[in-house]
């Protein structure tokens, strides 16, 4: 099992800029990815990065805004949200999956408690 621990969130404005974070620990794994819920609708996938090769991959909707990376030497995950608006407005988790290019909800078994993210309009 992996423990992960995000933070990061809070309350901006629209166009502004939040960095999420992702503290893992435990076992090993493959890709570290970002899901967000909002209210009344499915989790989806953000962004994902594999651990080992650094490759990165983002959802349509948000790749022109947002950019995920990572720290080796602190096991740490980042999201990085430029040019928010309302409708990122969601509960933002951070998982991993022993899947190398893992994008879908079911690939990851490991998730962090979630940090929420409100973007005013």
């Known amino acids: 099992q992996v423990q992960l621990v995000e933070s990061g969130g809070g309350l901006v404005e629209a166009g502004d800029s939040l960095k999420l974070s992702c503290v893992a620990s435990?076992?090993?794994?493959?890709?570290m990815g970002w899901f967000r819920q909002a209210p009344g609708k499915e989790r989806e996938f953000v962004a994902g990065i594999a651990w080992i090769t650094d490759a990165t991959f983002l959802a349509h909707v948000v790749k022109d805004r947002f950019t995920i990376s990572k720290d080796n030497a602190e096991n740490t995950g980042y999201l990085q949200m430029n040019s928010l608006k309302a409708e990122d407005t969601a509960v933002y988790y951070c998982?991993?999956?022993?899947?190398?290019?893992?994008?879908?909800?079911?690939?990851?078994?490991?998730w962090g408690q979630g940090t929420q993210v409100t973007v005013s309009s």
């Open positions: 998982a991993t999956s022993h899947s190398s290019h893992a994008t879908t909800r079911d690939e990851y078994d490991s």
């Open positions: 435990g076992r090993a794994f493959s890709t």
